[in-house]
């Protein structure tokens, strides 16, 4: 029998996961839905055809009988009270990141959850679910270029709208890296840095762009990330691991090289979700499948308050260009 599964916000990764679960997935529908917009919600029915409620507040979704299971992937500040109603109602829930906007919101998921007794929440972090991501873990496992000493990152964005902010690099961009270093090198980070390079013609006068991100984690991994929302060629991931015998590096997309006009190539994306497409069918399918086992297996609550704890480091070292301490505490067993 199929999981009904209620989504609450219908923007453009809202609409993405109700195409995927309606067209993509197996073991799932979609039965309600809701935005602040009611007519783009009703307009995400009708485009995709779906014989599904359109809820007036994203409680009265939560508590429809009929949903078994909620997606979160409204705005950010609304995802901690969701998350908070759907596990008083002890529905499992897949919340999009962030899990909520302060590590003090995540911590009081964490706690909810812990006091549910049982694993309810999973968050929207797809890199782990990446195929080149998974490549670069196993090949660590294995030892294969023995301990990692460094690695150095990139996450490279050809624009931003004019409402993207200096401290958005960290918690809607750097966010990713963040929550998927800390899952490659299996431990958590216990310092920031942030450096501003000479400012991009391109960048808007109110953001500092280009950013470079200084992490040490509590093994003295160093790791260094660029932040480039406005690189102009396309949206570009890059990871490199410098181990004591080897460096692995993450897999380019898959792209046709062309010769042509005198000139050898090959596509760079510019799409976001066209990069981790698959990530994202991967991970969603993974939720689908652990709600109906019993057992969820995904990003948990747990890593979600990772994730906003060195966010929040990031972005006070943002703001005064010191080395921050993260303090992180040890992980329940419940996790």
């Not at 507040?57 to 705005?75: F, M, Q, R, T």
């Not at 998350?83 to 998921?109: H, N, Q, S, W, Y």
């Not at 030892?143 to 960290?170: F, W």
């Not at 480091?313 to 419940?334: H, K, S, T, W, Y």
Request: charged content about 20%; hydrophobic content about 45%; some cysteine.
């Amino acid at each position: 029998m199929s999981l009904a599964i209620g989504v609450i916000g219908s923007g453009a990764i809202g609409q993405d996961h109700i195409r995927r679960i309606s067209q993509t997935l197996s073991g799932a529908r979609v039965v309600a839905v809701h935005d602040i917009n009611p007519l783009q919600a009703e307009a995400t029915v009708k485009q995709y055809q779906l014989a599904t409620s359109v809820h007036d507040s994203g409680l009265a979704l939560i508590h429809d009988p009929a949903v078994e299971a909620v997606l979160v992937s409204s705005w950010g500040p609304s995802h901690e009270e969701f998350v908070l109603d759907a596990i008083a109602a002890g529905k499992p829930v897949f919340c999009e990141k962030p899990l909520a906007v302060t590590a003090a919101g995540c911590m009081r998921i964490v706690q909810a959850e812990r006091a549910h007794g049982k694993r309810l929440v999973q968050v929207g972090f797809m890199r782990p679910y990446d195929a080149g991501y998974r490549a670069l873990k196993q090949l660590l496992n294995e030892g294969r270029i023995g301990a990692p000493l460094m690695l150095h990152c990139a996450h490279r964005n050809p624009s931003v709208g004019e409402d993207y902010t200096t401290p958005m690099a960290i918690t809607d961009t750097l966010i990713h890296e963040l929550d998927v270093l800390r899952w490659l090198l299996d431990e958590d980070y216990v310092s920031a840095q942030v450096v501003f390079p000479r400012k991009s013609s391109h960048a808007l006068p109110h953001l500092a762009d280009p950013q470079i991100v200084l992490l040490e984690t509590r093994s003295g991994v160093r790791i260094d990330v660029e932040i480039f929302v406005n690189c102009q060629y396309g949206y570009d991931i890059q990871c490199q691991i410098v181990g004591e015998t080897g460096i692995a590096s993450l897999p380019e997309p898959s792209s046709v090289a062309l010769r042509s006009a005198a000139s050898y190539s090959t596509a760079i994306l510019t799409d976001w979700k066209q990069r981790f497409i698959a990530a994202y069918d991967v991970e969603l399918q993974a939720f689908i499948n652990g709600v109906q086992a019993g057992s969820l297996t995904g990003p948990s609550a747990w890593d979600g308050y990772a994730a906003a704890v060195a966010a929040d480091a990031c972005v006070l070292a943002q703001q005064n260009g010191a080395v921050v301490d993260i303090n992180m505490p040890e992980r329940p067993d419940f996790y």
